[in-house]
T-cell receptor, first 114, second 113 residues
Framework: GENVEQHPSTLSVQEGDSAVIKCTYS??????FPWYKQELGKRPQLIID?????GEKKDQRIAVTLNKTAKHFSLHITETQPEDSAVYFC?????????????FGKGTKLSVKP | DGGITQSPKYLFRKEGQNVTLSCEQN?????MYWYRQDPGQGLRLIYY???????QKGDIAEGYSVSREKKESFPLTVTSAQKNPTAFYLC????????????FGPGTRLTVL
């Protein structure tokens, strides 16, 4: 089955710097890759996603890149702000198999210092 | 995501007791999911249901049971057979098999005393 590895587990940056979180997946059939942000004690919220027919997607300060050959995808946050502090989860799924269930990475705790 | 509710927000249970966590959605979604979240472990799938009256085990189903008698409801029972039930439990739903995005409820924090 699918396995998703996420690095780093913790990341601390200064306000205004960029942050990058990386994930690798094992199942070459995976074709959907979402990123969720979870603030302390709250529900995970989808912040951006990418499908396998696209190499990069951007939404304001957030971007995701996908390398299908290497089976890895990354979240890029530019001009970080204190409110970006949260735990970020990547996930992968194969919409044509396993009924589209998401397999999650273990999360990255991002701290943005003012 | 305001269309998915979970109750209660906090739940305390004595060892040996069964407890049921509620998950309701008014989004008319076909699929519903239960995840368990532990520190540093990410989200692990307990059970899922693609359609009413049908459900499948996820990766960590032992000690849990579910039912899906109504489209909008997917309750999770944590039984006394679950050895380490203290965790944060998240319910999610999505529109159907051809859709990707899952929407999460606010979660229930279960503590076994």
């Amino acid at each position: 089955g699918e396995n998703v590895e996420q690095h780093p587990s913790t990341l601390s940056v200064q306000e205004g710097d960029s942050a990058v979180i990386k994930c690798t997946y094992s199942d070459s059939a995976s074709n959907y890759f979402p990123w969720y942000k979870q603030e302390l004690g709250k529900r995970p919220q989808l912040i951006i996603d990418i499908r396998s027919n696209v190499g990069e997607k951007k939404d304001q300060r957030i971007a995701v890149t996908l390398n299908k050959t290497a089976k890895h995808f990354s979240l890029h946050i530019t001009e970080t702000q204190p409110e970006d502090s949260a735990v970020y989860f990547c996930a992968a799924s194969n919409s044509a198999g396993s009924q589209g269930n998401l397999i999650f990475g273990k999360g990255t705790k991002l701290s943005v210092k003012p | 995501d305001g269309g998915i509710t979970q109750s209660p927000k906090y739940l305390f249970r004595k060892e040996g007791q069964n407890v049921t966590l509620s998950c309701e959605q008014n989004l008319n979604h076909d699929a519903m999911y239960w995840y368990r979240q532990d520190p540093g472990q990410g989200l692990r799938l307990i059970y899922y249901s693609q359609i009413v009256n049908d459900f499948q085990k996820g990766d960590i189903a032992e000690g849990y049971s579910v039912s899906r008698e109504k489209k909008e409801s997917f309750p999770l029972t944590v039984t006394s057979a679950q050895k380490n039930p203290t965790a944060f439990y998240l319910c999610a739903s999505k529109k159907g098999p051809s859709y990707n995005e899952q929407f999460f409820g606010p979660g229930t924090r279960l503590t076994v005393l």
